[in-house]
C-alpha cells in the first residue's frame, strides 16, 4: 500500500489499518520470540526435575547434619 491509497481513506478505515498493522507486528514479534521461548521452557523444566530430584534426596538426609547458615 502507498501514500495515495491512504490519503483517501476514512477516519476508520485507518483506524483498522493500524489494527491490521499492530495485529501483524505483534505476529511477528512472537514468530522472533517463540525459539527463545522454547528454550526457556526447556531450562525450566530441566531445573524443575532437578528441585523434585533434590527434594527426593533431601528427605532421605540425615536431618541433623543440615545446618542453616545466616
Known amino acids: 500500500m502507498c501514500g495515495r491509497d491512504l490519503h483517501g481513506m476514512t477516519l476508520f478505515e485507518l483506524m483498522l489499518f493500524e489494527g491490521r498493522l499492530l495485529d501483524t507486528l505483534t505476529n511477528v514479534k512472537a514468530q522472533m520470540l517463540e525459539p527463545r521461548m522454547d528454550e526457556i521452557a526447556r531450562q525450566l523444566e ?9 527434594k527426593e534426596t533431601c528427605g532421605k538426609v540425615d536431618h541433623q547434619q543440615i545446618f542453616l547458615r545466616f
Open 46 to 54: 530441566h531445573e524443575s526435575m532437578s528441585l523434585s530430584t533434590e
